[in-house]
């Protein structure tokens, strides 16, 4: 707050000469010329001579600065600066001269007019040559400039031009304005600059008001020292508050933020408002943004409540209520409302409660299980008793298995025990009695001739939330199954054996994708360009896929039937073996590792042989699957360049597209696009080739070969996962002509979502294309959370997964498993929507195989998003 001081000049400093002072030039009550201040000759001509006086002034007045008062010694200060600009400039030194010159000319007449009575005429105030003091009337010497008896001013300079008259002028003698109406202007003016300082200060822009009232320091003449002193006493007393109020913001923050947390955020604002907006820092000025708006929150709120009480329209008013203690909790008036209020909703709800028991109860008798169960969700949670829990829980499993039965795709044994669990809770229901015999009749039938029969229950939903259709790769097309006709594993596993048959279709040279990543042991520069040698194809070829969860082997032989001119080749399975570890290698350290794989590898050997793996003269190859995990995949588009130069341009792109050094790593490349001809390799063609380049670290493979070989397997070649499956599906599906030439003729592609033990795969295959992409969720994330949340050991939570049937609650089951369920999808949804926003073939469907995919509900969820409709 600015205070303004009245009263008059003090006496202290009048009667010191400040240029005798400071400079030591005797003035004699009168204003010195610049000649004269600088101690010059008069109308001294040498430039640099004035300078120099002008600095040895100037050096004087800054060393006795503090000696008279402030506003005297800039008066003096700024007289000086005057006289060294002007005389230092030839044409106002000039001007200054003839000014001076006129004034010595005029100088008798002048020091009249000053000392008698005006030249005016009026109010001549004094007798002769004594000024008669207009506050006591004792007659003073001209030469006095106070009242020998009071001290009162005898002279006043002019607002106008600073020229000093006798306190009885009416009009200033130097420039004939009138002195007391200058001066009540000067005094209007002065005082509004305080007014705006003050306004300014109210409005926390200390700075602002310290530059407006440092205008009023600058004091031109005797008239303006007044304002100018209390100018700078405003100023130091501003300085000072601004300084106080920044000292106190973090404690002012502090006390704000303690009463946000304590839900006063009405005192917060108050708070902070004690600093100047203009002052605050980021972290107060976000501060009050949240309180400020938690208070309108408040404000809006109990409006809207006394509205609605004025209306009586309370029916619905408890939910605000309550919102508004949840900002102000200490509502007295909020607190007593709420409490009548939940007494009035505790009473309707319960109302409530009973008219949707026996509305549920209703559907139950019509066999509405879902209809039921969409009822009872409507409860609210603050009525629901023991006794509504037990019957909702009942109301829940009904749903769950009337649901599952009709969105499950395929008749199994699951789905088999599904409703085989509902006609016993509900026997009279002749609508699920009918369910079970189809699927039991469905099932049957597909054990009896599994390559033909249709295990179809439901149709397949148009969509889903992977936005594309999607669902199993039930069974092999193009294989001669007959040898392993009654193998269990074809029979209810055969789409787990997907990958390690894509290996064997290598093995035995009917592949489209060749990689292989064998180390090349020929060095030199052929190291470098990537990749193993070449398998020679051979008459029958293993697939050994060894994966977290166990091995999975498939032995293929090759049948070439009809002459050279009508050939056609069959591919029959002769074996399949399926071994699993006892745990899962991800629940292993290195040591147990190595142990898991070799019980592992020595019951595949009891089972199909010890020599079963041998090359017999050229005839066996032997494919190893390398875990997608440990490989790194990169699709290239390559410019148009001739053959010969295409592994070194390979090259080029691995070294700065994977982030290791490539003589660390065993890599291979395949090219999708047939060879260009002259024209397109112009370099200005626009034609373009597209490789897909595999790697994995040298270091890790070569002891993972190591190891086997001790073992006894010596693969032949060592494939990804992600080509083995490409390689599978463009044997078993894309060779069927139709399929492929709609493929390119409408650029579709297909996914394939490989859901394994400790990880998922998405691999998207065109007819000349792939790109794939791990999610890191698999089979045993499902097993995990059902040990953790339902407190099971590891083998009983695999089983309770493979057989979710035999659950004590299924519906509570799927409720524990519907965390790991949504993130699978969620991670397949961004998969599909990542390769969407690339340039390639449009995403028709999605096929679902590995292991995982056998899980009961995994492609119910995947299809329809959910299990229950609420």
């Known amino acids: 707050m600015i205070h ?6 003090p006496t202290t400093d009048s009667t010191i000469d400040p240029y005798d002072r400071l400079l030591r030039v005797k003035t004699e009550g009168k204003t010195p010329d610049f000649y004269t201040l600088l101690r010059l000759d008069l109308f001294e001509d040498d430039i640099n001579f004035i300078r120099s006086h002008g600095e040895k002034a100037r050096k004087q007045l800054h060393a006795k600065f503090g000696e008279i008062d402030p506003a005297q010694w800039r008066d003096v200060f700024n007289h000086v600066e005057d006289a060294i600009a002007t005389l230092s400039d030839p044409d106002k030194k000039n001007e200054y001269d003839k000014t001076l010159k006129h004034e010595q000319n005029g100088a008798t007449l002048k020091t009249a007019n000053s000392n008698g009575g005006g030249s005016n005429g009026h109010g001549a105030a004094h007798a002769g040559d004594r000024i008669d003091c207009r506050k006591c009337s004792t007659p003073n010497p001209p030469s006095r400039r106070f009242c020998s008896a009071c001290g009162d001013a005898l002279y006043v300079a002019c607002p106008q031009c600073g020229g000093m008259n006798t306190v009885h002028e009416r009009f200033c003698g130097e420039c004939g304005v009138n002195l007391q109406a200058s001066a009540n202007a000067q005094r ?16 926390g822009r200390h700075d602002r008001a310290c530059e407006t009232l440092r205008q009023l320091t600058k004091a031109q003449h005797e008239g303006e020292m007044e304002f100018a002193k209390r ?14 109020l920044l000292a106190k913001a973090p404690e002012v923050e502090a006390e704000a933020r303690q009463l946000r947390d304590g839900k006063h955020a009405e005192k917060a604002v108050s708070v902070i408002r004690e600093i100047p907006k203009a002052l605050w820092h980021e972290s107060l000025r976000e501060l009050y943004d949240e309180v400020s708006e938690i208070k309108k929150q408040i404000k809006r709120l109990a409006q809207e409540i006394k509205l609605a009480i004025q209306e009586r329209r309370t029916s619905r008013l408890l939910p605000k209520v309550e919102k508004l203690l949840e900002l102000k909790p200490h509502d007295i008036s909020a607190q007593r409302l709420a409490e009548k209020l939940r007494k009035s909703q505790d009473q309707a709800d319960r109302l409530k409660r009973e008219k949707l028991v026996e509305k549920a109860k209703e559907y139950i008798k019509q066999f509405r299980y879902e209809r039921a169960y969409q009822v009872l969700t409507e409860v609210p949670e603050s009525v629901r008793t023991e ?15 009337s649901a599952d039965l009709r969105r499950s795709r395929y008749a199994d044994p699951t789905l088999v025990g599904m409703a085989s669990r509902l006609v016993k809770l509900m026997p009279k229901d002749k609508h699920a009695i009918d369910r079970l015999h189809k699927i039991t009749q469905k099932w049957e039938q597909s054990k009896k001739n599994p390559a033909t029969a249709d295990r179809t229950w439901n149709e397949m939903p148009k969509k889903t939330p992977l936005g594309v259709p999607v669902d199993l790769y039930p069974r092999f097309r193009k294989f001669n199954a007959t040898a392993v006709a009654d193998n269990e594993h074809f029979e209810n596993f055969s789409s787990g054996f997907i990958v390690a048959t894509g290996l064997a279709l290598q093995g035995l040279g009917l592949s489209r994708v060749e990689t292989n990543l064998i180390p090349n042991t020929s060095g030199g520069v052929f190291g470098l360009l990537g990749g193993g040698k070449k398998a020679a194809a051979s008459d029958l070829a293993w697939g050994l896929d060894l994966s977290n969860s166990g091995l999975k082997a498939i032995l293929l032989r090759k049948e070439v039937k009809g002459d050279k001119t009508n050939q056609t080749t069959v591919v029959h399975i002769e074996q399949m073996v399926k071994v699993d570890y006892k745990r899962p290698l991800s629940r292993a350290d290195d040591a147990d590792r190595r142990g898991l794989i070799q019980d592992v590898v020595d019951q595949f050997f009891s089972i199909v042989g010890k020599d079963a793996l041998q090359d017999k003269r050229g005839k066996t190859s032997v494919c190893l699957s390398l875990p997608a995990t440990e490989v790194l995949g990169r699709f290239l588009t390559l410019p148009p360049v001739e053959d010969k ?4 341009t390979v090259q080029y792109e691995v070294r700065h597209q994977i982030p290791f050094p490539i003589e660390e790593l065993s890599w291979d490349y395949h090219v999708w696009d047939d060879k260009l001809t002259s024209e397109e390799l112009n370099l200005e063609s626009e034609a373009k080739r597209h490789c897909v380049v595999v790697a994995t670290r040298l270091s890790k493979l070569q002891e993972r070969l190591a190891f086997l070989r001790g073992l006894g397997i010596t693969p032949h070649l060592v494939q990804t996962d992600q080509l083995a499956i490409y390689n599978f599906f463009d044997f078993d599906l894309f060779s069927d002509p139709s399929y492929r030439e709609q ?25 000349n294309s792939i790109w794939f992409r791990s999610l890191e969720v698999g089979g045993e994330n499902f097993t995990r959370i059902l040990v953790r949340q339902m407190s099971l050991t590891f083998s009983k939570a695999e089983e309770l997964k493979k057989k979710p049937d035999t659950a004590d609650e299924i519906f509570k089951l799927y409720d524990v498993l519907d965390p790991v369920l949504k993130n699978i999808s969620k991670e397949s949804s961004y998969s599909v929507n990542t390769y969407s926003g690339l340039d390639r073939e449009r995403l028709a469907e999605v096929k679902l195989i590995g292991g995982g995919s056998y899980m ?3 492609l119910t969820f995947l299809q329809h998003g959910k299990f229950l409709d609420v």
């Not at 209007?188 to 409005?203: G, I, M, P, W, Y």
């Open 4 to 9: 303004k001081y009245t009263g008059a000049m």
């Open 188 to 203: 209007e003016a002065l005082e509004s600059k305080f007014d705006e300082a003050e306004t300014l200060l109210k409005d």
């Open 231 to 244: 100018a700078a006493k405003l100023i130091t007393q501003i300085t000072l508050e601004k300084e106080q």
């Open 387 to 401: 006794n509504f829990t037990k019957f909702f829980d009942q109301v829940s499993e009904l749903a769950f298995l």
């Open 645 to 648: 130069k295409i592994p070194k």
């Open 743 to 767: 493929m390119e003729e409408t650029e579709q592609a297909l996914g394939i979502l490989d859901v394994g033990s400790d990880a998922s795969h998405l691999v998207i295959c065109g007819a």
């Open 856 to 858: 009961h509900g995994l």
